[in-house]
């Protein structure tokens, strides 16, 4: 699947061969922890290999559709245990070429095994209802029909999961997918896709096109033998591609930002809510949608929580994802790397007061690399930049309140509504927390960032088309109800 030169150029995949683009034009993928390191090239696509690819799909469809559920299940078996084999060597790449440390890109590869063995499993189960119908004679119920093609855009800080959480229930019920991977993790999505080659999944049923997100992200959306698209990154992009889709009168499925609240109340254990929020908020680098960035605590527990998280956050080592004794790699790019610096000095200008952190970090063995300090401020105000935009980086913001009420109201008081976690250990604050809280996921006692896969993930405002993806929830996206009426 690789042309061999100095480093290898990885090409598209398209009705089951790997193809070089008719550009003839490729870029290449540069590890974040040592700018210099080609980890290989990609292809920069053209809008006729798009259309190669979703032709591909919308021949192969019928044919795959017409399978029953559990031979397209054991495809996903095939590839969940393909996968599994290359789990060491799929993680390397995703931490050399995105940065996250190699624990958690294990832990992230076996994540895409599981979540296709869920889904593989999942065509073996009921679909739909028996409805009684007035006339006595007749028998009435639903099943699913899938939509057709389905165009799949997804980000660079999950690489392998989120590919495989669309792509997996996608295909079990029954469309075909055109994959445009984020180009910053190219190479580890080829890596994902020969997965699914090795496995002899039928030709054309899934497809992989890379190149820029205005040709072939938005050139998916608008290509009229698209029928579904599903999309996770920014919301300035997913707004234009459910404008794209809306536009064409088919189905699209949006997640994007958060600017996740932890609460943490007088009552707290407060070690449990400093270890969370360290995990939260600065795990992946502060990478994830579910990432917390705005830390909002009571003022009885104020000084004494800030204290213990201030020595934690001292503790946490920064350099390259691939030695272990590293806790946080860097940011994915140098692109990010200067947005997270520039909300950093917005944070300074608005009076935020900076009490960790703030740099990029300069050690002879990260000078090469996108490295940013753990960075810690207070006296933040829900007013402030720092309080409002998503920064995808390792910055948390602590905000100071008198009542479990203020806080509340200070975690609802965003755009956003992904998810949310509070730490006390009464149960009305729970159950207050739980009626109240504008999120899509909230945790009690727990991290901000725990998404399980068998249970519906998405978010409320701004943050989702107001869809749900992962475990059964996805159904409602990848199928349309048919209601059917016999006699
Ligand atoms: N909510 C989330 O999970 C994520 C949020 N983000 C946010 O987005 C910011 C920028 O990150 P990016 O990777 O640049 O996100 P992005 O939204 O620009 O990219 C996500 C995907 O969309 C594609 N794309 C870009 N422009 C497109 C267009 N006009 N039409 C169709 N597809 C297009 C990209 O190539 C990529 O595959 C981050 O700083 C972060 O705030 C980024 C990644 C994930
Ligand atoms: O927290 C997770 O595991 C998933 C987060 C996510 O979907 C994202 O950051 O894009």
């Not at 996770?232 to 809306?246: C, M, Y």
């Not at 579910?290 to 909002?296: C, E, F, N, P, Q």
């Not at 810690?376 to 008198?402: C, H, R, W, Y």
């Not at 927390?433 to 998404?451: C, K, P, T």
């Amino acid at each position: 699947m690789t042309t061999e030169t100095k480093t290898k150029t990885y090409l598209n995949y398209i009705n089951g061969e790997w193809i070089a683009s008719d550009s003839g034009k490729t870029a290449e993928s540069l590890n974040p922890s040592r700018n210099a390191e080609v980890l290989g090239s990609y292809q920069l696509s053209s809008a006729n290999d798009l259309d190669e690819a979703v032709v591909a799909a919308s021949q192969s469809q019928k044919g795959w559709r017409k399978l029953s559920g559990s031979t397209r299940g054991d495809y996903l078996f095939k590839v969940a245990a393909v996968m599994e084999e290359r789990l060491e060597s799929i993680a390397e790449t995703m931490t050399k070429e995105m940065g996250k440390t190699f624990a958690e890109a294990k832990g992230e590869t076996a994540r895409g095994v599981a979540i296709l063995r869920y889904y593989a499993g999942e065509g073996m189960r009921s679909v739909g209802d028996v409805i009684p119908s007035s006339d006595s004679e007749a028998l009435m119920f639903t099943t699913r029909a899938p939509l057709g093609v389905v165009g799949v855009i997804t980000p660079w800080n999950f690489p392998v999961a989120i590919p495989i959480w669309k792509i997996s229930p996608a295909l079990i019920y029954g469309n075909t997918v055109v994959i445009k991977p984020a180009s910053d993790t190219a190479v580890t999505c080829a890596k994902v896709i020969e997965c699914f080659h090795d496995a002899g999944l039928p030709k054309g049923v899934i497809n992989m096109v890379t190149g820029s997100g205005s040709v072939i992200g938005q050139g998916l959306a608008e290509h009229h033998k698209v029928d579904g698209i599903t999309f996770t990154g920014s919301n300035n992009v997913g707004k234009k591609i459910g404008s794209a889709a809306l536009n064409r009168g088919i189905k699209y499925q949006l997640e994007m930002g958060g600017k996740n609240p932890v609460i943490v109340t007088d009552d707290a254990d407060l070690d449990l809510a400093v270890d969370a929020t360290i995990s939260g908020g600065l795990k992946s680098t502060g990478q994830k949608c579910t990432a917390t960035s705005r830390v909002i605590v009571q003022s009885g527990v104020y000084d004494e929580f800030r204290e213990k998280l201030l020595k934690k956050v001292a503790e946490i080592t920064v350099g390259s994802g691939m030695e272990e004794s590293n806790w946080m790699g860097p940011v994915v790019s140098e692109g990010q790397l200067e947005n997270v610096l520039s909300y950093i000095e917005k944070g300074k200008k608005e009076g935020a007061k900076l009490i960790f952190g703030g740099k990029r970090v300069s050690t002879p063995d990260t000078t090469n690399g996108y490295f940013v300090e753990p960075t810690v401020f207070e006296e933040v105000s829900t007013n402030m930049i720092i309080a409002k935009e998503e920064i995808f980086g390792p910055v948390l913001a602590l905000m100071k309140v008198d009542t479990v009420e203020e806080a509340l109201e200070m975690a609802n008081d965003s755009e956003y509504g992904l998810s949310a976690s509070i730490f006390t250990t009464k149960v009305r604050n729970m159950l207050e927390f739980i009626n109240e809280m504008d999120a899509g996921l909230v945790r009690i006692n727990a991290e901000s960032a725990g998404v399980e896969l068998q249970a519906p993930f998405g978010g409320m405002k701004q943050s989702s088309s107001h869809s749900r993806e992962q475990g059964r929830a996805a159904i409602e996206f990848y199928t349309s109800i048919k209601t059917v009426f016999v006699k």
